[in-house]
């Protein structure tokens, strides 16, 4: 009678025991790869800041100046470039009444 | 015999029981234990302690575990990145791991003619296991460098601050030192929070701050000007969405940029800027109640006061209004309106306006005006038109924004803000509408000194100043002008100020001579407002067709030889 509880709970603490030593050794791979995965990410996110200061280089408002002005063709706008809704249908209107005329 | 049995049986039951208790207990302690340290052991592997600082799923969730907190970002208002941290590499060399020191030589000075043999022998044949041969190499050099095979060459990776826009906002963004320390402008006033890794986010608008300058900068070299400064501000909130200091340089080149390059106009340098303070002697006259509405002033005859005589630039025969005085910029009519609400009037409203104190603006490049207390009558009258008063731009933009912003107090400020300020009150509402009138007849009246200002549908208005330059011995530079023109815009609503002031400027054929601020800077704050009205969303508007409630008062300005009824 008493011998059956403690071989119970001598099995249990060598299954408890195994099972630590698989969690330890699970967790130590595991923290190896999250050491490796954790490396990766520091440095793409040293790439990404890289990679911005080059964008902001690249978007540098004297360059895009430079693009639109030789490339685009595009100017500077006017204010008579420079409509709203109202203006433009009272334009319309005036002309469409000289057509008429 | 029975007896002796009973005994013996009831004597050995109570050893065992007792026995039996001890190995119980034994086991018992021996297992709690055994469970205890199991338990603790899962729990502490499966990450439930989780503020442990042995624990290393906390720290990388917490950021930066795997390398050391790097500076944080500088953005504009739109999250343009104006300053960063990257990391590169250094290239260093132990001597004594070197074997064949010639062919070491012989080979870096290939790969990095920069390093010349001299320099690279000197270096390589001392006592010490670390000497620095370069500060930054290019990940291609990296690679070279190990194609190479080189003995005791060691490559340190190092954090180096970068700026991509090189020479925009220079003065404003400042620099850090070697060991990545905040030591000008926004890096040094935030550094505690950039070292800790946090980004700031400062007002500035990237593409207003570029147009900013370069409009500037062609203006000062059409005009062979020594330099200059421009600022465009909210004149509701204070935001300042451009500020240059010209000459400016490469933020990235900052330890090798010579201390002229490094001063900031804008808001450390400080200058008698002139006729422009005329706006503020007719805020003063008008809200003091001290001079009368309709009144005028005898600008006919030059005014003699002490030992100086007070002279206007573009004289007139008659009698003037106020607004007669600032449209026309006369410095007569000016320190008559002066002596009439004299010095501790002048003084009070210069003190409200924060003239007599550094502007609070998140740099540590500051200027401390310098204002003549002597309460002379002279100075009174000087002051009135902006001498014997040297103030920074920034000042001067900030005076402006308070005038136009009903006479509500505008502080300068690099930071967004996101709460409605409850600033003190300056001028009346009634003293800011007269003012804001004035400005725009300045620039709209055919008589105006800053006609050149004139942006069509954005309703500019403006005071323009022309000062001859002090002297670093004392006295004036008679052949030296400080032109300046702080303007506000659209005028029945203004929403924006610009002040432009521009050292220096010599006079040019197609000038006619004139190096005067209407010939000099107006032209500039056209340019300006056209090209920035659109990106701020301003839309061009007929000044005729204005709401009544929007309407300025129409002064009427006589022209050269009209005061014969006065």
Request: charged letters at 25%; a positive charge; glycine letters at 6%.
């Amino acid at each position: 009678m008493i011998k059956y509880p403690s071989f119970v709970i001598v099995f249990l603490i060598i299954i408890v025991g195994i099972s630590l030593y698989q969690i330890k050794y699970f967790i130590t791979k595991n923290e190896v790869i999250l050491q490796s995965i954790n490396t990766k990410i520091s440095k793409t996110r040293s790439d990404l800041e890289i990679l911005k200061a080059e964008l902001s280089y690249l978007k540098r408002p004297d360059r895009i100046e430079r693009i639109a002005l030789n490339k685009l063709e595009l100017r500077e706008i006017l204010p008579t470039d420079i409509w709203n809704l109202k203006d433009l249908l009272d334009a319309t209107d005036s002309i469409n009444q000289r057509q008429l005329k | 015999m029975r007896a002796f049995i009973d005994f013996k049986d009831n004597f050995g039951d109570r050893r065992n029981t007792k026995f039996r208790k001890f190995k119980l207990l034994a086991c018992g302690i021996f297992f709690l234990f055994s469970f205890s340290s199991i338990g603790y052991r899962t729990v502490s592997l499966a990450g439930v302690n989780k503020s442990s600082s042995q624990n290393f799923s906390f720290k990388t969730e917490n950021g930066g575990f795997y390398e050391p907190l790097s500076r944080g970002n500088i953005y504009d208002r739109n999250k343009e990145l104006l300053a960063t941290t990257i990391v590169t590499s250094s290239l260093n060399i132990n001597p004594q791991e070197v074997l064949d020191k010639e062919n070491t030589i012989l080979k870096l000075s290939k790969l990095f003619p920069q390093l010349n043999q001299v320099t690279l022998t000197e270096k390589l044949n001392t006592d010490k296991k670390f000497v620095n041969l370069l500060r930054e190499i290019s990940p291609k050099e990296h690679v070279m460098l190990l194609n190479e095979g080189i003995e005791g060459l060691k490559i340190r990776t190092t954090n180096k601050r970068v700026y991509p826009n090189n020479n925009l906002a220079a003065h404003l963004l400042g620099s850090t030192d070697i060991d990545g320390i905040g030591i000008a402008g926004i890096e040094k006033s935030f550094n505690n929070q950039l070292k800790n890794g946090e980004n700031i986010t400062i007002s500035i608008h990237s593409g207003i701050q570029h147009i900013t300058e370069k409009i500037l900068l062609e203006q000062i070299n059409n005009f062979e000007a020594e330099g200059g400064a421009g600022i465009v501000m909210n004149s509701k909130t204070g935001e300042v969405y451009a500020m240059t200091s010209l000459p400016d340089y490469n933020v990235n080149n900052y330890n090798e940029t010579s201390d002229e390059f490094l001063f900031n106009k804008a808001t450390k340098g400080i200058y008698e800027l002139g006729s422009t303070l005329k706006l503020l002697t007719a805020a003063i006259a008008f809200d003091s109640g001290l001079v009368k509405e309709n009144e005028v002033f005898d600008v006919s005859r030059p005014l003699r006061v002490s030992s100086r005589t007070i002279r206007d630039f573009h004289p007139l025969n008659y009698s003037i209004n106020i607004p007669e005085v600032i449209v026309h910029s006369s410095n007569i009519g000016s320190a008559k309106i002066a002596e009439k609400f004299g010095s501790s009037t002048q003084l009070k409203y210069l003190k409200s306006l924060g003239f007599m104190e550094k502007v609070n603006l998140e740099i540590p490049e500051n200027g401390m005006p310098q204002v003549l207390m002597d309460r002379k009558l002279l100075t009174t009258m000087t002051i009135s038109y902006g001498h014997g008063i040297a103030i920074t731009p920034m000042h001067l933009a900030s005076s402006t924004a308070t005038i136009v912003n009903n006479g509500v107090k505008v502080n300068p400020t690099l930071l967004i803000s996101e709460k409605k300020l409850n600033n003190r009150r300056v001028f009346s509402q009634n003293t800011s509408k007269k003012i804001k009138s004035i400005m725009r007849l300045v620039v709209k009246s055919e008589h105006g000194t800053a006609k050149k200002a004139e942006a069509k549908g954005y309703l500019v208005g403006g005071k323009t100043g022309t000062a001859e330059k002090l002297s670093k011995n004392g006295g004036y530079l008679k052949k030296q002008n400080i032109v300046a023109l702080t303007a506000a815009f659209p005028m029945n609503d203004p929403h924006y100020v610009i002040t432009v002031m521009i050292d220096n400027p010599k006079g040019q054929k197609f000038s006619y001579g004139y190096r005067t601020a209407g010939w000099v800077v107006a032209p500039v704050v056209k340019k300006l407002v056209t090209r920035i009205a659109p990106i701020l969303g301003i839309k061009p508007q007929n000044e005729d067709a204005l709401d009544f409630s929007e309407k300025l008062i129409q002064y009427e300005i006589r022209g050269k030889n009209k005061g014969e009824n006065l």
